[in-house]
């Protein structure tokens, strides 16, 4: 069977049909990203949890699009849950917080992992985003600033 027709592989992958002993070759392996949002005090919250990279960022960069869409213009992502950020990840980011800006709004980020905070610090992007430690703080020190 080689259609092209994707085949359910062993959890975590896609395969296609390769004739062998397996019966697949990998196409990717699944990077699980959970994306959800809600809103607090008039600010629309974005919680993520997972992987931010080439695969899963444009999965968030469609719900900052929505969200500003739907006239959202001031968001803060939580990044508490996010086990790794690549650069794909920071350049959604940096397209989000224009696409909020474009409207007077803003996007702060809600992040305390070290490793995560790294990438921030050595891109320069903490001179560019507000980053907190807790939701209720970003949410606050967003409310201060209108």
């Known amino acids: 069977m080689r259609d092209g027709s994707i085949l359910p592989g062993a959890p975590g992958r896609n395969c296609l049909p390769d004739g062998g002993d397996n019966g697949c070759m990998a196409l990717e392996e699944s990077v699980d990203l959970k994306l959800d949002h809600h809103n607090k005090d008039g600010i629309e919250i974005v919680d ?3 992987e931010i990279d ?3 960022a444009p999965r ?8 500003v869409g739907n006239g959202h ?3 803060v992502v939580n990044m508490e849950k996010v086990e790794f950020l690549d650069s794909t ?5 940096v397209g989000g917080l ?6 007077d709004g803003s996007l702060d980020l ?3 992992q070290e490793r995560i905070l790294k990438i921030f610090r050595i ?7 507000g980053i907190h430690t807790t939701v209720d703080e970003a949410i606050a020190n967003r409310k201060a600033e209108r």
Do not use: P
């Open 60 to 67: 968030l960069r469609e719900l900052l699009i929505d969200l």
């Open 123 to 129: 891109t320069g992007l903490t001179k560019v985003f």
């Open 48 to 50: 993520v949890e997972g």
């Open 110 to 112: 809600v992040c305390t």
């Open 89 to 93: 990840g920071l350049g959604v980011l």
């Open 98 to 103: 224009k696409r909020v800006r474009a409207h």
């Open 73 to 75: 213009y001031q968001l």
């Open 54 to 56: 080439v695969y899963t």
